[in-house]
């Protein structure tokens, strides 16, 4: 069974750290995806990072570049967004998502994805 269950959002403050989780089961294959999209009130989801288990490629949106950090640990079981220098713009739902084999690797279509968690709430206080 494929599940993904997102962890870890919160209310910070601008300028501070948060890292969110993603436990992912059923996504330990050599050729699958993990990313992280958000989605702010009124506003499309748009994507924030994905890493590829095939290489360890990652890619980030531009608006998160050298703030964002996505990782795994050894097992591809749990999949980390790193967070800092967070931005009342970064406040969103914040969703893991994953792909399954000969995944298109693509922050700009959230429908290429095929797996999504419920979700995990990222508060930004200014």
């Known amino acids: 069974e494929v599940q993904l269950v997102e962890s870890g959002g919160g209310l910070v403050q601008t300028g501070g750290s948060l890292t969110l989780s993603c436990a992912a089961s059923g996504f330990t294959g050599d050729d699958d995806a993990i990313g992280w999209f958000r989605q702010a009130p009124g506003k499309e989801r748009e994507g924030v990072a994905y890493i590829s288990f095939k290489d360890g490629s990652t890619d980030y949106a531009d608006s998160v570049k050298g703030r964002f950090t996505i990782s795994t640990d050894n097992a591809k079981s749990t999949v980390y967004l790193q967070m800092s220098s967070l931005k009342p713009e970064d406040k969103a739902l914040y969703y893991c998502?994953?792909?399954?084999?000969?995944?298109?690797?693509?922050?700009?279509?959230?429908?290429?994805?095929?797996?999504w968690g419920r979700g995990t709430q990222v508060t930004v206080s200014s």
């Open positions: 998502t994953a792909q399954k084999g000969s995944p298109v690797l693509c922050l700009s279509s959230w429908s290429h994805w095929d797996y």
